[in-house]
Nanobody
Framework: QVQLVESGGGLVQAGGSLRLSCAASGSFFSINDMGWYRQAPGKQRELVAAITSGGSTNYADSVKGRFAISRDNAKKTVYLQMNSLKPEDTAVYYC??????????????WGQGTQVTVSS
């Protein structure tokens, strides 16, 4: 059973920083692309940042220069360092990962979500 478990959310003042972590557990062949999404109340889920297995990254325009995504393949973990946080960054943050199982079938998995609240 593959699971993604997130941690690191919380309440922070505007201008502050948080670091989110998402660890994959279970039995599988490999982890491919990993990413962070967020969903604010009344809005659609949106991509925040993504990283390939080779380390190439992609960011939403709204977070460029403030957020940094990274991964530790040995720990099967993806991170999101969030700096200069703004109230509009308030949302539930979800990690996701494209995982290849031992059957060679690839599936996308999601974490349970972690709340990030930025106060003004």
């Amino acid at each position: 059973q593959v699971q993604l478990v997130e941690s690191g959310g919380g309440l922070v003042q505007a201008g502050g920083s948080l670091r989110l972590s998402c660890a994959a557990s279970g039995s599988f062949f490999s982890i491919n692309d990993m990413g962070w999404y967020r969903q604010a109340p009344g809005k659609q889920r949106e991509l925040v940042a993504a990283i390939t297995s080779g380390g190439s990254t992609n960011y939403a325009d709204s977070v460029k220069g403030r957020f940094a995504i990274s991964r530790d393949n040995a720990k099967k973990t993806v991170y999101l360092q969030m700096n200069s946080l703004k109230p509009e960054d308030t949302a539930v943050y979800y990690c996701n990962a494209a995982i290849t199982l031992f059957t060679r079938w690839s599936e996308v998995y999601w974490g349970q979500g972690t709340q990030v609240t930025v106060s003004s």
